[in-house]
């Protein structure tokens, strides 16, 4: 079965302290690794998608990188507007099944 | 283009009551979902349709049927819930095989009493 863990579960940043965001991931036969943010109430937002070891992907004050076990999602220099849960998916095999991890639920401090 | 449109925004029933959430996506995508998410948990996988035939069914309870009228259209409905069951109820869409990644809706905040 699918495994994905994130961790720490649970962040707070001050605003400016730059932090990583840990993906770790077993699955057999990897399509797509994916990261979304979410604000609370909402639906998931599309950021990434990592499909194999060693790729970067950037967008503003976010990289998301892949290595064959975890991904990891740098925040840098980040600003309370990036308070929110990032959630991290896995795709595997030949289905259209995304498997989440819980989430890192980040708050960043003013 | 990436929006995934989803109404009602919320929506509260009674248990006896029969409703509909309704999605849709003019992105060209043939794979459609159904997800159910509760409060700090992630989204949970009931339903997915590829090519307008449901391929993945998570064992969801018949009070929840799914309908698939065309290749922008996903239905969700809903007879005879339990108050267990208020969440959010996020759809999202998919390209193809070559482009997995899933783009969300919004979602319709349901409220059972």
């Known amino acids: 079965e699918d495994q994905v863990t994130q961790s720490p579960e649970a962040l707070r940043l001050q605003e400016g302290e730059s932090s990583s965001l840990n993906c770790s991931y077993t699955?057999?036969?990897?399509?797509?690794l994916f990261w979304y943010r979410q604000d609370p109430g909402k639906g998931p937002e599309f950021l990434f998608t990592?499909?194999?070891a060693g790729e970067e992907k950037e967008k503003e004050r976010l990289k998301a990188t892949l290595t064959k076990k975890e991904s990891f999602l740098h925040i840098t220099a980040p600003k309370p507007e990036d308070s929110a849960t990032y959630l991290c998916?896995?795709?595997?095999?030949?289905?259209?099944?995304?498997?989440f991890g819980k989430g890192n639920q980040v708050v960043v401090i003013p | 283009d990436t929006e995934v449109t989803q109404t009602p925004k919320h929506l509260v029933m009674g248990m006896t009551n029969k409703k509909s959430l309704k999605c849709e996506q003019h992105?060209?995508?043939?794979?459609m979902y159904w997800y159910k998410q509760k409060a700090k948990k992630p989204p949970e996988l009931m339903f997915v349709?590829?090519?307008?035939?449901?391929?993945i069914n998570e064992s969801v309870p018949s009070r929840f049927s799914p309908e698939c009228p065309n290749s922008s259209l996903l239905n969700l409905h809903l007879h005879a819930l339990q108050p267990e069951d208020s969440a959010l109820y996020l759809c999202?869409?998919?390209?193809?095989?070559?482009?997995?990644?899933?783009?969300f809706g919004q979602g319709t905040r349901l409220t059972v009493v």
């Open positions: 998916a896995v795709q595997a095999g030949g289905n259209n099944r995304l498997a």
């Open positions: 992105m060209g995508h043939r794979a």
């Open positions: 699955v057999s036969g990897l399509r797509g």
């Open positions: 349709y590829s090519y307008e035939k449901l391929s």
């Open positions: 990592l499909y194999s």
């Open positions: 999202a869409s998919s390209q193809d095989r070559s482009k997995p990644e899933a783009f």
